[in-house]
């Protein structure tokens, strides 16, 4: 689905907006779509797992603890030490608070204190990935995660699984219904409202029904 198709939906459930290409209301549908985007992957962001098959790198530099996260990342899943071949070799583990040999010290500060070497853990904080120990080289790590999505345009490709684009549009076209004395509130619930059954339809795919008795053995008594 394109952003146009976004836009005829929002046309749909009001009908009074003009969003064909060249009408009035083309660049303000596409700011409120943004903006319900942005709220939808907010929402994703914060649950693990959903919507993380983005894949990338970072680079960790010598002597330096932290490495900055990736534009758009807004969530990590899992990160990989990869070998001069691109073939991961290491699975970090999430340290929660990094360091542990100098144990009068605060974190992130212990940080720098280690021995140096190789990453075999990590943790975030502040937009940063700390390393630990603290990289002794230039070590290519590989990310999994959410990243954001591009801002939606007319014409470009829309990101996201075509369950989520009638819930978008409906929010968007309540963020172009809201007046300045109109709480805010209004918007918040209805997008929580609309938003949350797409997110609990991609959380998971593997959905079971209740558990069958299964007999194995027969009994003559």
């Given amino acids: 689905m394109t952003g146009q198709g976004l836009l005829d939906r929002m046309e749909v459930l009001n009908q009074e907006l003009q969003l064909q290409p060249g009408e009035a209301n083309v660049s303000f549908g596409l700011t409120a779509l943004n903006m319900a985007q942005d709220f939808f992957e907010s929402l994703a962001a914060v649950r693990p797992g959903i919507l993380g098959s983005t894949v990338g790198t970072v680079a960790t530099i010598a002597s ?3 490495t900055a996260f990736p534009t758009g990342l807004l969530r990590v899943d899992r990160l990989q030490r ?3 071949n691109s073939r991961p070799i290491v699975e970090l583990a999430r340290r929660h608070r990094i360091g542990g040999h100098s144990a009068s010290t605060a974190w992130p500060l212990n940080l720098i204190l280690t021995n140096a070497g190789a990453p075999y853990g990590y943790e975030t904080s502040g937009g940063v990935i700390w390393w630990d120990p603290l990289p002794d080289a230039v070590y290519t790590i590989r990310w999994y995660g959410f990243l954001a999505a ?6 470009g490709t829309f990101t996201y699984p075509d369950v989520v684009a009638t ?3 409906a929010v968007a ?6 007046g300045l004395d109109d709480p805010i509130e209004d918007i918040g619930g209805l997008a929580n409202e609309m938003l949350k059954p797409c997110l609990d339809a ?4 593997n959905r079971d029904g209740a558990t069958p008795f299964e007999y194995t053995m027969v009994h003559d008594t």
């Avoid at 591009?150 to 014409?155: C, F, G, R, V």
């Avoid at 991609?202 to 795919?205: C, I, K, P, R």
């Fill in 167 to 169: 819930p978008l549009a």
């Fill in 82 to 84: 990869l070998d001069t």
């Fill in 150 to 155: 591009a801002d939606i345009t007319a014409s």
């Fill in 64 to 66: 330096t603890e932290s």
């Fill in 173 to 178: 076209v309540k963020l172009l219904k809201h």
């Fill in 202 to 205: 991609l959380t998971n795919f």
